[in-house]
T-cell receptor, first 109, second 114 residues
Framework: GQNIDQPTEMTATEGAIVQINCTYQ??????LFWYQQHAGEAPTFLSY??LDGLEEKGRFSSFLSRSKGYSYLLLKELQMKDSASYLC??????????WGAGTKLIIKP | IAGITQAPTSQILAAGRRMTLRCTQD?????MYWYRQDLGLGLRLIHY???????GKGEVPDGYSVSRANTDDFPLTLASAVPSQTSVYFC?????????????FGAGSRLTVL
């Protein structure tokens, strides 16, 4: 079957760095996405990886290893507004997205 | 304002009633999707449409139907609502259903079936 695993919840301190991991087992791979979702709001796009390596975008970076079925989202210089759920999604062989359950990130002052 | 509009924002519905959730986009995106989001589960695809005039079944299509008469509108209908359909429903769209095409989401419709 197809499966995407992420930790349910993580806690970090304002100003620190946090890494949110995502492992996947899917039939086919056509890219991996990270979305941010604040409570009660819609998901919004953060990053896309299709080749192995690190993609950096400001305070956020995303890494992909296709051979290991593994990705992580790295958030630097954490701010209170980063408190949200982070969703990992893989585009499978039928080009539809398969979503993880999301990681709720709690930022403490 | 460019984006996706969903209606209603929230609704309480008696079991057995028919309900249509509306979704309209003004970005001229070809692909549109309906997802449901339940606590502890990832977004689950209900139905999708890769282009106007075509629709397809997603992961959890039972009890739902869609139509795509034109590019902009993609309504989701619950023919006879049941309590297990209580959820938050998100409509989304993308230029195409492939590659790096990013999904843009509507604000969601919270549906409670009693």
């Amino acid at each position: 079957g197809q499966n995407i695993d992420q930790p349910t919840e993580m806690t970090a301190t304002e100003g620190a760095i946090v890494q949110i991991n995502c492992t996947y087992q899917t039939s086919g791979f056509n890219g991996l996405f990270w979305y941010q979702q604040h409570a009660g709001e819609a998901p919004t796009f953060l990053s896309y990886n299709v080749l192995d390596g690190l993609e950096e975008k400001g305070r956020f970076s995303s890494f992909l290893s296709r051979s290991k079925g593994y990705s992580y989202l790295l958030l630097k210089e954490l701010q209170m507004k980063d408190s949200a759920s982070y969703l990992c999604a893989v585009r499978g062989s039928n080009y539809q997205l398969i979503w993880g359950a999301g990681t709720k990130l709690i930022i403490k002052p | 304002i460019a984006g996706i509009t969903q209606a209603p924002t929230s609704q309480i519905l008696a079991a057995g009633r028919r309900m249509t959730l509306r979704c309209t986009q003004d970005m001229r995106h070809n692909a549109m999707y309906w997802y449901r989001q339940d606590l502890g589960l990832g977004l689950r695809l209900i139905h999708y449409s890769n282009t106007a005039g075509t629709t397809g079944k997603g992961e959890v299509p039972d009890g739902y139907s869609v139509s795509r008469a034109n590019t902009d509108d993609f309504p989701l209908t619950l023919a006879s609502a049941v309590p297990s359909q209580t959820s938050v429903y998100f409509c989304a769209s993308s230029v195409r259903a492939s590659g790096a095409n990013v999904l843009t989401f509507g604000a969601g419709s919270r549906l409670t079936v009693l």
